[in-house]
Structure formats: structure tokens, C-alpha cells
């Protein structure tokens, strides 16, 4: 298949790209700046220059693809992320973008959307497992990646095949872990939430593999990620990585300063990613998290 990717030079496209390559499919992605566009075509795919709210750029470098994923984002990273107005940029990306996105595939042709979105929206479930069925908890810092999923919704009811994918936080060689894992090996907290409570992460290379069984998906909605963790092992083994003995968690007045920005990663999930493996035949590479992950941060 001819795959068309935004956020193509982002952590997720990096790694959609070498798996959807490696399944032999070709891949078309968008690049902002001719710096990103360099980025996307070193690992062999083919570039189209444009913003994802640019409609005749999206539809222009559509033209010819069986598959859209949207892997967009801007997320900030850091105390970045407690500075007013921090998701500006994101929630746009998730609320507009992905209505720009379905429009150009509508125009374009293309008869599939895979779009990335989070196993974070899920309520707080304490120790009980997470599927899909699972209910949801809407706040200001959730509501703009449910919108993106809504809109994927709309395009399958409106005769195309709208997949998305709940990733866990991925963990791994990203600019938010290697954030985290310089706090950790100076022995700094990174911690947010109950020590107890779980959370769902993803390696890197596994949201390529992910995207790939996506485009053979049924339409609908799907989480995808490794083991849950609890969140004290989830620092512990950070920790361990970077040559602590032990994690810190942050002190509640942070998750105070943070609010509904970070409510949203305290939750605890116990997620499965069960139904696409049994819906694809997808497995992660790296189902449990081990100080492995953090290697390329070393
Ligand atoms: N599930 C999760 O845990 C999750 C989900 C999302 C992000 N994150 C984290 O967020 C951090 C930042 O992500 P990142 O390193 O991938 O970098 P990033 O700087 O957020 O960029 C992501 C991608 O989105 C593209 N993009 C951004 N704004 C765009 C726009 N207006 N129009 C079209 N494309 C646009 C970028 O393209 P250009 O290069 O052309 O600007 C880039 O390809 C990472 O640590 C990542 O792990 C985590």
C-alpha cells in the first residue's frame, strides 16, 4: 500500500515509517520545513511539503494513497508543559487538524484514517482492567483528542474506515523519557500519581508495528501498548536505568500547579491492548517495560 503520514519526522512517524517500509508498503510524508522534509526522505520515503491545516497540500500529497495516518502532534515537553496556554498548539492539531486530515482523505480519495490518539482519556479504574468498553472522563486537557477520534467516527460513518489508536506514554528514545530519565539520574522525582496505581506505556518501535496492522483493521477504536505497569516500577526501573536505586515521586502541590494538565497522567489504567491482537494479529516486540527501553538514552 501507498501510506500517507503526518507528523512523519516525529517520534511516531519516524517509527511508522521503518515498519511500514519494512512491510513493504511505500510511505508519503508531510514535512513543515525542508529540514523535516530531509528528516523523512533519509529514511526513504517520499516528502510533500505543508501544514496539516494547508487542506490543498494534505489533498495534493494524498492523491494515490490507500491510507492516511494521522500521527501529528505538539506536545509539549518538560516544565513546558505547565506554561499557560501549553496545548495550544496540540489541542488544535487534535480538534482542527483531524477534521482537515478527513477532509483532504474525503477529497483525495483515500478510503482508511489511522489516527493516533490516548489510553489517558480513559477514567480512573484503580486495579480493574481497561478495554475499550471502559468508560471515558472528559476534561479540558482530554475533550480535543476525543474530538479527533469523533471526527474519525464521522469518517466511517460517512463510508470510509476510520481506525484509532489509544497509545500508552511512550516510553523509550523520545524527548519526554530522555526529559525524565536526566531528572531521574540526578536523582530528581519524575513520579506523578498514586506509587499503586497503573499506567500503560508503549515503546517506540511498537507504534510503527502498530500502524501497519492498522491498515488491515476493522474500523473502530483500539488500545495499544505493552503490560501495564504500576507506577512505582515505572519509576524504579527509570530510575535503575539511569544508575539510581530507586525513583522519587514528584510532591502533590506540582500535580496542584499542573491540574487538569496532569490529572490526566495520574489516572490509573490498567489497560489492555488485548482486542488488536486479537482483531490484527498485532503483538508488541516489547511487551513488558525493562531498563532496556531506556538504552538509546544512556
Ligand atoms: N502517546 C504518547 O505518549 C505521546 C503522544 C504524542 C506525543 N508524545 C510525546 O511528545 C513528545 C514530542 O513528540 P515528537 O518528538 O514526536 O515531536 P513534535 O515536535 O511534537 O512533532 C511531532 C510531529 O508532528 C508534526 N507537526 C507538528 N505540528 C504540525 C502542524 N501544525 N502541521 C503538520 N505537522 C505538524 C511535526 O512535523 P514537523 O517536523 O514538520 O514540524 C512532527 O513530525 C515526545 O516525547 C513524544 O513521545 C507522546
Request: glycine share 10%.
Amino acid at each position: 500500500m501507498k501510506v500517507f503520514l503526518t507528523g512523519a519526522s516525529g517520534v511516531m512517524g519516524r517509527s511508522s515509517i521503518e515498519a511500514l517500509h519494512q512491510a513493504g508498503h511505500s510511505v508519503v510524508g508531510l514535512a513543515r520545513t525542508p529540514t523535516s522534509a530531509a528528516r523523512i526522505e533519509a529514511l526513504g520515503a517520499q516528502s510533500c511539503l505543508g501544514d496539516i491545516y494547508d487542506i490543498g497540500a494534505l489533498t495534493a500529497g494524498m492523491r494515490g494513497c490507500d491510507a492516511v495516518a494521522n500521527l501529528a502532534t505538539k506536545v509539549p515537553v518538560g516544565t513546558a508543559a505547565l506554561m499557560p496556554g501549553s496545548l495550544r498548539a496540540v489541542d488544535r492539531i487534535r480538534e482542527r487538524g483531524s477534521k482537515v486530515v478527513a477532509d483532504a482523505a474525503r477529497q483525495a480519495d483515500v478510503g482508511r484514517i489511522i489516527q493516533q490518539s490516548l489510553s489517558f482519556i480513559y477514567a480512573d479504574q484503580d486495579d480493574d482492567w481497561v478495554d475499550e468498553h471502559s468508560p471515558i472522563d472528559v476534561t479540558k486537557a482530554s475533550e480535543p483528542v476525543v474530538v479527533a477520534e469523533d471526527t474519525v467516527l464521522g469518517f466511517t460513518a460517512s463510508g470510509g474506515t476510520g481506525v484509532s489508536l489509544r497509545f500508552g506514554l511512550i516510553t523509550g528514545d523520545d524527548r519526554n523519557s530522555a526529559w525524565l530519565f536526566k531528572r531521574a539520574a540526578a536523582g530528581k522525582p519524575i513520579g506523578l500519581g498514586a506509587e499503586s496505581s497503573w499506567m500503560h506505556v508503549v515503546h517506540p518501535d511498537d507504534i510503527g508495528s502498530a500502524v501497519v496492522h492498522a491498515l488491515t483493521a476493522p474500523g473502530g477504536v483500539y488500545n495499544v501498548g505493552a503490560e501495564p505497569v504500576q507506577r512505582r516500577d515505572y519509576v524504579d526501573t527509570m530510575a535503575q536505568a539511569a544508575g539510581r536505586k530507586n525513583g522519587r515521586f514528584m510532591p502533590s502541590w506540582v500535580l496542584r500547579l499542573g491540574s487538569e494538565k496532569l490529572e490526566i497522567l495520574t489516572r490509573s489504567q490498567r489497560v489492555s491492548s488485548q482486542l488488536f491482537s486479537d482483531r490484527t494479529g498485532w503483538h508488541p516486540q516489547y511487551p513488558k517495560l525493562t531498563p532496556d527501553w531506556f538504552d538509546a538514552l544512556i
